[in-house]
């Protein structure tokens, strides 16, 4: 299941001190296994130091691109965002899995999107709007997106780019948190900046849907305003790219060993594992190729179903209520809870 293919390095684009675009050619015979909704994130696998490292990053491009283009943000030092951002090259191949994810926009009715974002949660807002823009000439698009300043601003010159293309459907507000600036706000996200954006700015617009995507504070602060002015539930996207632990919400795990039955790929595994560990640290440890990327808890590449037992996860930025009830886990956040436990990365 986790398939991943060889992909060539098309180009790369210095967006920020920080950052940069990698453009990764798709030869014809992968384009259907690279086609993607915008809003989808892609995994990249990279041996770095002897240690393999798996990283998700969002697809900037719009669907109807050939290539795919993804934002990278420095954040560590001998990671592979330090790799991507200092060593690799144009003509260099990377391990890459076939798009996937849930925060997607697709449609071609008439919509008009409200969007958040900061830092690098810029990145799938970009394949989105892109799309919200190209897919129905009645289509408008409102972004706040925050940042320190323009200099570490990503995509500020796309940006700019899609306001000149479509001066009357796609409106951005920049917030600098750290420098004040011409045609910026100045400050973080906040409440004062929502209502701004939709209750002064774009009062008389009936947004049909809004995505979100940050830092999780950002996100929970954007998301409470919204039902505070009486936006429905679901007509709020949302995506991290990290989320803090809350220790004290964690569900207090319990002792023992679990017999663990694993089906992926049509295949089928046992083993047993101590209840304290993670059901997807216990497959990984068995070399058993089931699907992960950020191992977080803020994608959705290991989802399985449950189908004999139970396990309870530690925290869930991904599945609904109704996908937890039909028996589905974050095996990177779950702990099984009884002492058998099927779960199948196929049925998902």
Do not use: W
Not at 167 to 179: A, E, K, L
Not at 312 to 317: A, L, P, R, T
Not at 334 to 348: E, S
């Amino acid at each position: 299941m986790a398939d991943f293919h060889a992909l060539t390095v098309k180009a790369i684009k210095k967006l920020t001190p920080s950052s940069v675009a990698v453009t990764f050619e798709i030869p014809a015979n992968l384009a259907q296994d690279f086609a993607f909704t915008a809003g989808q994130y892609i995994t990249i696998k990279k041996d770095i130091k002897g240690k393999e490292l798996r990283r998700a990053y969002s697809i900037s491009s719009a669907p109807t691109a050939a290539d795919i283009t993804i934002g990278i943000k420095r954040v560590d030092r001998g990671g592979f965002s330090d790799y991507a951002s200092t060593k690799l090259q144009v003509g260099d191949t990377l391990e890459v899995m076939p798009p996937e994810g849930r925060f997607t926009f697709k449609s071609s009715d008439v919509k008009r999107i409200a969007a958040f974002a900061a830092g690098s949660g810029i990145t799938p807002i970009m394949s989105i709007a892109k799309t919200v823009l190209d897919s129905n000439p009645k289509n408008t698009f409102v972004l706040v997106y925050g940042n320190k300043s323009y200099e570490e601003t990503m995509f500020y010159t796309d940006l700019v780019k899609l306001q000149l293309d479509y001066p009357d459907r796609f409106f951005v507000y920049f917030t600098n948190s750290q420098t004040k600036e011409d045609q910026a706000l100045f400050g973080r996200i906040d409440t004062s900046t929502v209502n701004y954006a939709l209750k002064n700015k774009h009062k008389d617009v009936n947004f049909d849907g809004y995505y979100l995507c940050g830092p999780e504070q950002m996100i929970y602060l954007v998301t409470d305003t919204l039902v505070e002015n009486d936006v429905p539930k679901d007509k709020i996207h949302f995506e991290l790219f990290t989320t803090s632990e809350i220790k004290e919400e964690m569900p207090v795990v319990a002792e023992g060993q679990t017999t663990v039955k694993v089906i992926v790929d049509d295949e089928e595994f046992e083993l047993t594992m101590d209840k304290k560990m993670l059901v997807l640290d216990a497959v990984l440890k068995e070399n058993i190729d089931a699907p992960y990327s950020c191992q977080g808890g803020v994608c959705s590449s290991c989802i399985a179903k449950v189908k004999e037992g139970k396990a309870e996860m530690v925290k869930n930025q991904i599945l609904t209520d109704g996908e937890i009830a039909d028996g589905y886990i974050l095996t990177c956040q779950a702990h099984p809870t009884t002492p058998t436990l099927t779960v199948d990365y196929d049925d998902v």
